[in-house]
């Protein structure tokens, strides 16, 4: 045959059973079966689908709807990430406060992540910390409210003050905050800080959602995409990638995960923040009329 045609006119193409058979193809292929997500490595926008990466954006900014976020995590990779060979990390939290349960108890690094030496300057490269802290964004692209995308966005993007209109995720959401406007009632543009040496976003609003626009944005707060893209899991680490340590354990290696995370590559430090606080999960959704976002936005243009 020219072409798979077995299952044409039959109605298992459109069931649920035959989504997840394929599902199974992904990942007999390599590929992922989790949701897609996007890529800040190399300070470029990268649309990973099916695990497979299948464009690059040669635009330096992005707008976007943030419909939900995960708490802030922490992650440890042992020694130099290799892109083309990515491993699973060694030590990680989701909370920023212990380790995960399901940290093999011989790779966890302390009891407290605030005990932690990889959590100290000069642990990492050059003067960063070994261990990194991320957060989990659910969004959707402008134009598309039907497909939610996970960012992770690192810690040189999340922390730090102000620097006029150059806000991290932080300064961002307490800026739209302090004009009583949730996240996911603005158009929301991410770019890229040039002169950083790693990857490093800048957030600001540009619009305010029509009433479309909002209501696609709230049905998909809570949606199955939304909480796939907010997961966090880990894969264990390849054989020949243990130490002697972990190899001890062969049962802690066996614990089924969803997912390979790949970590951007934030090189970069950022100081302690001396309060994390969890995003909320839920905004409240009272939007101000197009008039006074509009002011929002003038006062962010001043």
């Known amino acids: 045959m020219a072409e798979l045609d ?32 996007i890529s800040i490595r ?50 990680w939290s989701a ?55 996970q960012l992770q966005v690192p810690a040189t993007s999340i922390f730090g003050a102000a620097v006029g209109n150059d806000m991290g995720l932080q300064a961002y959401i307490k800026y739209l905050s302090a004009h009583n406007t949730p996240a996911i009632a ?39 995409e939304t909480k796939k893209a907010l997961e966090f899991t880990v894969a264990p680490p390849k054989e020949e990638a243990k130490t002697p340590a972990a190899a001890k354990k062969p049962a802690a290696a066996k614990k089924p995960a969803a997912k390979k995370e790949e970590p951007e590559q934030d090189v970069e430090d950022v100081e302690e923040p ?3 606080e969890k995003s909320a999960a839920k905004p409240v959704v009272e939007t101000k009329s197009a008039d006074a976002l509009a002011d929002v936005l003038n006062d962010w243009d001043d």
């Open 274 to 276: 001396t309060k994390v």
């Open 186 to 224: 603005v158009m929301t543009e991410m770019r890229f800080d040039d002169d950083a040496t790693a990857p490093k976003l800048y957030f600001r609003p540009t619009r305010a959602l029509d009433e479309e626009e909002l209501q696609a944005a709230i049905a998909q707060r809570d949606s199955d």
């Open 42 to 91: 190399g300070s470029r926008f990268r649309m990973i689908v099916g695990g497979e990466q299948v464009s690059v954006s040669k635009n330096n900014t992005m707008n976007m709807v943030v419909v939900n976020a995960a708490s802030i995590a922490r992650t440890y990779y042992e020694g130099v990430f290799d892109p083309e060979n990515p491993s699973a990390p060694v030590c």
């Open 95 to 149: 909370d920023t406060q212990t380790p995960s349960p399901d940290v093999p108890e011989d790779q966890r690094q302390a009891a407290r992540c605030a005990d932690c030496p990889m959590n100290v300057k000069g642990s990492g490269q050059g003067e960063t910390r070994a261990c990194r802290f991320s957060q989990r964004l659910a969004v959707t692209l402008e134009g598309e409210p039907e497909k939610v995308y």
């Open 6 to 37: 077995i299952f044409k006119g039959n109605s298992l193409v459109n069931s649920d059973l035959f989504k997840s058979l394929m599902d199974d193809n992904k990942k007999m292929a390599g590929g992922s079966a989790g949701g897609d997500r």
